[in-house]
């Protein structure tokens, strides 16, 4: 019934759409095709009217810049002119932006609409209410949610041409193959120092969630991934999710992917799902009963392509694996500018979580493994010294050994789940890459997997898709 709801839903509001466009009505704008001068005018001035003294004459669709799970973000450029009697602004408008909606098919509607993608736009519009003070988000001009609840439109600050370079390009491009984008000599392969990058980020990431943690006001934020769950509510949709990731683990052991998984990546993950119930979810998660739960606003999907390297030296930190680590975690970039050392992008999963999991998605995602290996345990002290150093917990309530315990685990069952989802739709030289990424985790860490007795904590809850397996 709900397929058939969400087959009438998109269709109609399409229509509507396609028939507004031949009427005097008012469009309601959910893509780039939509667009008008008139409407990009309105929408990049916003509230502020930030560039009331320029006037929009004119704008052109560049290439797609990047496609994500279900939308894609194209490049606009702006043409404007100086209104008549008005003086420059201090800021001018940009000549560039970037727009981000969904693909417009029943497929990638059906998974934005279940995953809540939407959520992104409702973040850009509200973070500020919430009083987060985060400052590693791009400039966002517009963000709206269509009536249907699902479509949205994002207009956002282009960070490309020399402004920010992809995390993961930096970090060695995982399995992906030389870089488009040239990179400037200092942030070339065999030059740029990604162990440095790593410390930066999470020292940074550290402040970030210090900002939040433990705040119990956004456990009532219900568009928050996760926060209900915290709570002990919404018991049907967490279950949906592990039902979901149950049978799509099957059938990828009945596909061709199934000969090249590890038999220590396939043992784990079985155990895993043996182990998982909403019961034991609740008894390590439920923020009633556990009351030194480690939780915070998290990114949800936290990896080297979704954070955009800012190329300026002066407004990064100092680094030198050989100092003491707590002049280290001190220190601060050499200059007062008010730029970020990266910005965080694709804010579609973002909730109230354990940080760890997002942290440990990172390092699994785009650390090589033997650079993992030598420096995530004192990557990972630096963080907790920081959350230390903030005062947001002590050495006594939250050992060390417990933050390492809970990013083992958290990295472990999230890039399981991920695993089990990417696995039928990417290349094989990426499900490779991937695959060695995660086992290679798992054995370096099996004791402390199997005392805990893993289980699926985080959930995905997908609809059943048709997925064509390999």
Excluded at 239 to 252: D, F, M, P, Q
Excluded at 272 to 295: C, H, M, R, S, V
Excluded at 343 to 356: H, I, N, Q, R, S
Excluded at 436 to 442: K, L
Aim: net charge negative.
């Amino acid at each position: 019934m709900d397929y058939y709801k969400t087959l009438a839903g998109y269709y109609i509001s399409k229509n509507i759409r396609y028939l507004k466009s031949f009427t005097p009505l008012t469009l309601e704008v959910v893509t780039q095709n939509d667009f008008t001068v008139s409407w990009l005018e309105w929408a990049m001035n916003g509230e502020s009217k930030s560039f009331k003294s320029y006037r929009l004459t004119g704008f052109e669709l560049n290439d797609k810049v990047t496609g994500g799970f279900v939308s894609d973000i194209t490049r606009v450029n702006l043409t404007w002119e100086l209104r008549a009697g008005q003086q420059p602004a201090s800021q001018a408008p940009p000549s560039t932006v970037l727009v981000k909606c969904i693909k417009q098919d029943f497929y990638n509607f059906r998974i934005a609409q279940t995953m809540a993608f939407h959520r992104e736009a409702w973040f850009f519009l509200n973070w500020h209410k919430l009083d987060l003070g985060i400052d590693l988000m791009p400039r966002c001009y517009h963000a709206s949610i269509s009536k249907d609840s699902t479509n949205f439109i994002i207009l956002m600050e282009d960070l490309g041409n020399g402004k920010a370079y992809n995390g993961s390009v930096l970090l060695g491009n995982q399995c992906w193959g030389e870089p488009k984008e040239e990179l400037p000599p200092h942030l070339r392969r065999f030059t740029f120092d990604s162990i440095a990058m790593l410390e930066e980020i999470f020292v940074k990431m550290a402040d970030f969630h210090s900002k939040t943690w433990r705040r119990a006001s956004l456990l009532d934020v219900p568009e928050l991934n996760f926060a209900k769950w915290l709570k002990g509510e919404d018991r049907s949709q967490w279950e949906l999710g592990i039902s979901t990731i149950r049978k799509l683990w099957a059938n990828l052991k009945q596909s061709k992917t199934a000969s090249q998984m590890s038999k220590v990546l396939v043992e784990t993950m079985d155990k895993a799902l043996a182990n998982t119930n909403w019961e034991k979810f609740q008894g390590q998660f439920n923020i009633n009963l556990n009351p030194t739960l480690p939780y915070c606003l998290i990114h949800g999907d936290f990896h080297g392509a979704n954070l955009l390297w800012n190329p300026e030296p002066a407004v990064h930190r100092k680094s030198s694996y050989n100092n003491d680590e707590a002049e280290e975690v001190n220190q601060q970039p050499t200059n007062s500018s008010d730029k970020p050392p990266f910005y965080l992008v694709d804010w579609a999963g973002v909730g109230v979580f354990c940080p760890f999991t997002d942290l440990a998605q990172f390092v699994i995602s785009n650390v090589e493994i033997s650079y993992r290996q030598m420096n995530e345990e004192r990557i990972l002290r630096l963080y907790w010294n920081k959350l230390i150093s903030n005062g947001v917990i002590n050495a006594r309530d939250y050992p060390f050994h417990k933050c390492y315990e809970r990013y083992i685990l958290g990295g472990t069952e999230r890039w399981l789940q991920m695993f089990t989802l990417m696995a039928p739709s990417i290349p094989d030289f990426a499900v490779e890459y991937f695959h060695n990424q995660v086992a290679s985790f798992i054995v370096d860490h099996k004791d402390i997997i199997d005392e805990n007795e893993l289980a699926l904590m985080s959930s995905y809850p997908l609809v059943e898709f048709q997925v064509d397996l390999k």
